[in-house]
């Protein structure tokens, strides 16, 4: 069973920077996609970026060029790198682990994330 851990939230002035972890531990991280999910109050919950066994990457709109998704295989972590952050990116910030080809998917608790001046 996959156990996500995230941190690094908080509250920030826009055009600044945060960047989130995820510790993922009971199973073998390589082999799942990963990915951050997001969602604001009165919002259904959305995928920000996820990143796949072999590094390739997908972002929404909203979030490119501004994010950055990336993981380490032998630390066991995935790090979103948020940079030029929005009032709207103002919301709770989920670690998802998927493994490919099976309905086995793990949450972490959420972190918030605040923009705000």
């Known amino acids: 069973q996959m156990k996500l851990v995230e941190s690094g939230g908080g509250l920030v002035q826009p055009g600044r920077s945060l960047r989130l972890s995820c510790a993922a531990s009971g199973s073998i991280f390589a082999v799942y996609t990963m990915g951050w999910y997001r969602q604001a109050p009165g919002k259904q919950r959305e995928l920000v970026a996820h990143?796949?066994?072999?590094?390739?990457?997908n972002y929404t709109d909203s979030v490119k060029d501004r994010f950055t998704i990336s993981r380490d295989n032998v630390k066991n972590t995935v790090h979103l790198q948020m940079n030029m952050l929005k009032p709207e990116d103002t919301a709770v910030y989920y670690c998802?682990?998927?493994?490919?080809?099976?309905?086995?998917?793990?949450w972490g608790q959420g972190t918030q994330v605040t923009v705000s001046s």
């Open positions: 998802n682990a998927n493994l490919p080809g099976t309905r086995t998917v793990a």
């Open positions: 990143i796949t066994t072999t590094g390739a990457t």
